[in-house]
């Protein structure tokens, strides 16, 4: 059983949400919204797949108190407690995250996501591998844009979705396809 665990951000806890849905082959109004053509990804049994919890983690506080993060990345900005950080920041924190929620779950990957002022950051930690990312959308959660801010979601929930399937089946080479991703190897 490989067991994932989520602490997101911008992705508000739906990349955890899909693999939920898949990893217990929901169908309907209660499946999976962003996973289509799994046939492409490989032959991973799914049901070989736990999702531990999918945490909603917008504030610093959260950051501190539910993931336990004593010293967190300073925000450049907070919005009633909400974290807002440039796209380096939103790098570092979305790691911080990610090895935050590994470490209270013991989980097998585990994935952080924030977004303040650009793209957003997506980190992807497994045994072998950290994997950072950034959405394909543009946006600023100072300027309350509504449509963009769901665009730069369901970019980085989709992107993540397509890293963690290529990771399920063992195609770690095609990461490397992917726009704006780092791997390092441990």
Known sequence: MITIATAECFTHGKIGLELHALAQNYKGNFGSKYIKNLDEYGEFNYNDLSIICSLFIPTIDAVKDILKVENPPKPDYLIKGIKVYDETGDKK???VMAEAVMKLTNCDIAIG???GIGHGAITI???????????DVYSDLRKVNSEELYQRQISGIKKTIKIILLILNNKINELNTIENIEIIEK
């Open 93 to 95: 924190t979305s790691k």
């Open 113 to 115: 996501t924030t977004a």
């Open 125 to 135: 930690i497994t045994q072998n591998y950290q994997i950072t990312t950034i959405s």
